[in-house]
């Protein structure tokens, strides 16, 4: 399941928002969405030009007076002592531009691909890079003219930027490589042509500044980071929708409980979880049953998506840092009359903070699996008149009901919790040496594209199976929110009667989920209205009834 396809155009949204960057506030990552997967158009703050100018003026003077400046009138990495006289620079550039375009493999779709040359672009506008208007302005045409280059995921090291990746891209702005056009792949010259843009002839500096940069870290970890949030309030209905299956207690998401431990995330997710479930007919029908506690997938889901909540704000806000950073070297001063030589290509807050991403996603995942495993059975100590038969079928034994579908849940949550073994530990050393210590970055970013992939369809399953399960508690009503969820549910994927193919339904469910089917239930700006105990509704008539008030000597057990 990918976001988009590889071939849509993703021509410029006429009535959407313009993004403006190189301004004084920093872009969001709703606008890094809204560009990348919504078409909008991009635009550069006001003075942003200017300091552009005012850098490219500068690059312009160390030419003039002939000064040794890394990247400038020097090679690059361990050739770095190389002296290039100036009727040799622009060569320099493009001859570092094709050397660099070393990538392999699959391309990038063409939002994930948009949101590089955005954060390229982004970077570039806050003149620091030294790159000509007429570069830049060709950069942000080709977002605008829905021209995006074919560039391959795999080649980078995440360190002194993303090298091969952005050399691909690259190849665009010279009339060179490959570029999707209008649902069509052309060589980068045609395409530019066709969407009447012309290349560039780079200059000095300006092959590096476009190469040298963590845009495609940055751009990976920008779209994820919306996806994962998504995915992590879907995992919160998910488990609302499965205690209410499994008749599990409410107790756990008392607020007192919460306001002992005062985590974010956790009492977030405990307040989602009780505005889900609230005004419900379910846990007024068990309230009185005699269960002590439930196991951790119930009871400690605040703990545990809350600590996933609490990972995401962390990584968000340093890839929101990010989208206010310039990350190519050297950097320019020109105020100072100072270019610096620094650091700031590489990868390694960015390659952490997607590392770490990437375990709350298996995390998240992993706990999803096991609501998935109880759901499936035995439930021993379900014996009311609407309890769950086992595999969630209505005939065991001549149907299997979704028996294998939490075989599928438990080999994806396998696979996603070997993807989330951290590439930023890792380092190999590239550039004869002088790169001796390098973020894996890039790794990182594609191993925590394909867990959330995998993470989505593991949602998909526990909601299939949750929603069968309180098909089977019917007439009993559950909480409101649940219920909203669970008739969400069922415009995707029908109840089960008799055995059919699930595989349809989970991936027609997750691509729903990821395309924003829940969004609307339990938000967070609505929280502060929901109750902050767990209320005991009245029982139905012919529902086990639960007495109006606890006994003493059941005061302290983990009623439900």
Request: charged share 20%; with cysteine.
């Amino acid at each position: 399941m990918t976001a988009a396809s590889h071939h849509a155009s993703h021509a410029p949204a006429g009535d959407a928002p313009a993004v403006h960057i190189g301004g004084i506030r920093r872009i969001t990552l709703d606008e890094v969405a809204a560009v990348a997967r919504g078409g909008a158009l991009v635009r550069l703050a006001p003075g942003s030009l200017e300091r552009v100018r005012a850098a490219r003026a500068f690059v312009d003077q160390l030419c003039a007076e002939d000064r040794t400046v890394y990247g400038v009138t020097t090679g690059f990495g361990h050739l770095s002592r190389v002296k290039i006289p100036n009727d040799h620079v622009e060569a320099l550039q493009r001859n570092l531009i094709r050397s660099h375009a070393s990538g392999v493999g699959e391309p990038f779709d063409i939002p994930t691909a948009r949101a590089v040359m955005l954060m390229l672009a982004n970077s570039l506008s806050r003149g620091h890079s030294g790159v000509r208007e007429q570069t830049l302005g060709l950069l942000v045409n080709m977002l605008n003219h829905g021209v995006t280059p074919v560039i391959p995921m795999r080649g980078s090291v995440g360190a002194s930027g993303d090298l091969a990746p952005l050399a691909h891209l690259s190849l665009t702005l010279i009339g060179e490589g490959e570029a999707w056009y209008d649902g069509q792949r052309f060589p980068g010259a045609e395409a530019l042509r066709a969407a009447g843009l012309e290349p560039v002839t780079l200059g000095a500096k300006e092959g590096l500044a476009l190469i040298n940069g963590t845009h495609v870290m940055e751009a990976c970890g920008s779209l994820a980071l919306n996806d994962a949030r998504r995915l992590t309030r879907a995992a919160e209905v998910a488990a609302a929708m499965s205690t209410e299956a499994l008749l599990g207690s409410y107790i756990p998401l008392d607020a007192r409980i919460h306001e002992l431990r005062p985590q974010r995330g956790q009492g977030m997710t405990a307040a989602r979880m009780r505005s889900l479930l609230h005004d419900s007919e379910i846990n007024a029908s068990h309230v009185d049953c005699g269960r002590v506690q439930d196991p951790y997938s119930i009871r400690c889901v605040p703990q545990v998506l809350g600590a996933a909540r609490d990972a995401l704000d962390w990584c968000e806000s340093v890839f929101s840092a990010e989208l206010g950073a310039v990350t190519d070297n050297p950097l320019l001063f020109p105020d100072d009359g100072e270019a610096l030589t620094g650091g700031n290509f590489h990868g390694q807050p960015l390659a952490l903070a997607l590392d770490t991403l990437a375990i709350a996603l298996a995390h998240v995942a992993s706990f999803s699996e096991r609501r998935v495993y109880n759901l499936t059975g035995p439930h021993d100590w379900d014996t009311g008149e609407n309890r769950i038969p086992l595999f969630l079928t209505p005939e065991p034994g001549l149907n299997s009901g979704y028996m294998i579908a939490q075989y599928a849940a438990a080999a994806l949550v396998n696979e996603i919790k070997v993807l989330a073994h951290p590439a930023s530990i890792d380092s190999i050393p590239t550039s004869a040496g002088m790169e001796d210590f390098v973020s894996m970055g890039a790794t990182s970013a594609l191993k925590l594209r394909q867990a959330l992939d995998l993470a989505y369809r593991v949602i998909a399953i526990e909601l299939l199976l949750a929603a069968q399960g309180l098909d089977f508690r019917a007439p009993l009503r559950p909480g409101q929110g649940v219920a909203e969820a669970h008739a969400l549910v069922r415009t995707v994927a029908p109840t089960l009667r008799d055995d059919r193919p699930p595989s349809p339904d989970i991936e027609a469910l997750a691509l729903a989920v990821r395309g924003g089917l829940l969004d609307m239930l339990a938000p967070e700006d609505a929280l502060a209205e929901a109750p902050a105990r767990p209320r005991r509704s009245q029982a139905p008539s012919g529902a086990r009834r639960a007495p109006s008030a606890p006994s003493a000597d059941r005061a302290g057990r983990g009623r439900h």
